[in-house]
């Protein structure tokens, strides 16, 4: 708590202030955050562990997705062959798949393209059973990519 100081000394305040000094509290604060800061990085890595080596060959489950596009005129086109209309979209993507329903498909209409057609793409990707499904889009320019 502080007290105030005598102006004069024929001027005597006898009330002392009441006011709390919060810079030292402040600085408290600040090296408990910085300490927290940097502590907390060591909590999450975990324990380190010399892992044994072996002759397994690596997991090859990241096959490049499968993309249907659809063009200015609306036709439907699988990895750069053309579809047509949704039954050869269909017959299109099982062959490409190999009849592997996890693989991604990725969905890449022109910009011209109504929205009903590209909405008529996802819905038949879906309908065969292909959950990974996603829509291919450009970063606009000047925008940091994620």
């Not at 053309?82 to 592997?100: D, T």
């Amino acid at each position: 708590m502080a007290f105030a100081l005598r102006k004069h000394d024929s001027e005597f305040d006898p009330q002392p202030m009441a006011d709390i000094n919060v810079t030292p509290l402040v600085d408290v604060m600040l090296v408990l955050l910085i300490v927290f800061m940097v502590a907390a990085p060591l909590m999450t890595a975990g324990v380190p562990v010399d892992l044994p080596k072996t002759q397994a060959k690596q997991l090859d489950d990241q096959q490049p997705p499968i993309v249907v596009s659809v063009d200015a005129n609306g036709a439907f086109f699988v990895d750069k062959r053309e579809a047509g209309a949704a039954e050869g979209l269909l017959a299109l993507l099982a062959e490409s798949s190999g009849g592997a329903k996890d693989r991604r498909v990725h969905i890449r209409a022109d910009k011209a393209v109504p929205y009903g057609k590209v909405a008529e793409a996802m819905g038949l990707v879906s309908s065969a059973g292909y959950a990974k499904v996603a829509l291919v889009s450009e970063a606009a320019r000047g925008a940091a990519p994620r």
